[in-house]
Nanobody, 117 residues
Framework: QVQLVESGGGLVQAGGSLRLSCVASGRNFRINAMGWYWYRQTPGKSRELVAAVTSDGTTSIADSVKGRFTISRDNAKNTVYLQTNSLKLEDTGVYYC?????????WGQGTQVTVSS
């Protein structure tokens, strides 16, 4: 079983940057055997997939954040990152990390990102 802990959120001015981290721990897993996803829950909207990196390293970014956000994976540190740049007010929300392999899906507790004007 894998446990996920997100960190790196906070209060930032519009145009600023944050690097979100998702650290995985547990037994009998390999980070590069799993698919990794960053979602966000913004006020008044449903949870949105922001970025993904598959087990083979293929990345994808939602159109709403393309050119501003990047996802990366550090296998040695069992950590997946979401680099967020040029943040906008509408990026405010709770960001969640999700890991999947087969039918198994694990979520972290989320980290709050608040963008101020």
């Amino acid at each position: 079983q894998v446990q996920l802990v997100e960190s790196g959120g906070g209060l930032v001015q519009a145009g600023g940057s944050l690097r979100l981290s998702c650290v995985a721990s547990g037994r009998n897993f390999r980070i590069n055997a799993m698919g990794w996803y960053w979602y966000r829950q913004t006020p008044g909207k449903s949870r949105e997939l922001v970025a993904a990196v598959t087990s083979d390293g293929t990345t994808s970014i939602a159109d709403s954040v393309k050119g501003r956000f990047t996802i990366s994976r550090d296998n040695a540190k069992n950590t997946v990152y979401l680099q967020t740049n040029s943040l906008k007010l509408e990026d405010t929300g709770v960001y969640y990390c999700n890991a999947r392999i087969g039918l198994l899906s694990t979520w972290g507790q989320g980290t709050q990102v608040t963008v101020s004007s």
